[in-house]
Nanobody
Framework: QVQLVESGGGLVQPGGSLRLSCAVSGSIFSFDRMGWYRQAPGKQREPVAI???????GYADSVKGRVTISRDGAKNTVYLQMNSLKPEDTAVYYC?????????WGPGTQVTVSS
């Protein structure tokens, strides 16, 4: 069973930046893709960004241009750099790893954007 542990969340003012990290217990290249999702209060969990094993990336329209997903194979860590944060970015952010039909999720990290 792989373990995913997110970190880097917190309280930030509008316009600020945060970098989230997802530490993986195994090789990040063992998965078909990894990604970040978020869930705001009263809303469904939604995708934010993904990165495939080959390095292709994809972003939700709501964050495109403000968010970058990256990875460090030596550290088995996937990152989410978020800039120009808005109050509507407030949510719990989850790391996700997919292999075939199997999903693994981290416990999440809270991001709050508020003045």
């Amino acid at each position: 069973q792989v373990q995913l542990v997110e970190s880097g969340g917190g309280l930030v003012q509008p316009g600020g930046s945060l970098r989230l990290s997802c530490a993986v217990s195994g090789s990040i290249f063992s998965f078909d893709r990894m990604g970040w999702y978020r869930q705001a209060p009263g809303k469904q969990r939604e995708p934010v960004a993904i990165i495939t094993r080959s390095g292709n990336t994809g972003y939700a329209d709501s964050v495109k241009g403000r968010v970058t997903i990256s990875r460090d194979g030596a550290k088995n860590t996937v990152y989410l750099q978020m800039n120009s944060l808005k109050p509507e970015d407030t949510a719990v952010y989850y790391c996700n790893a997919v292999l075939g039909r199997h999903d693994d999720w981290g416990p999440g990290t809270q991001v709050t954007v508020s003045s």
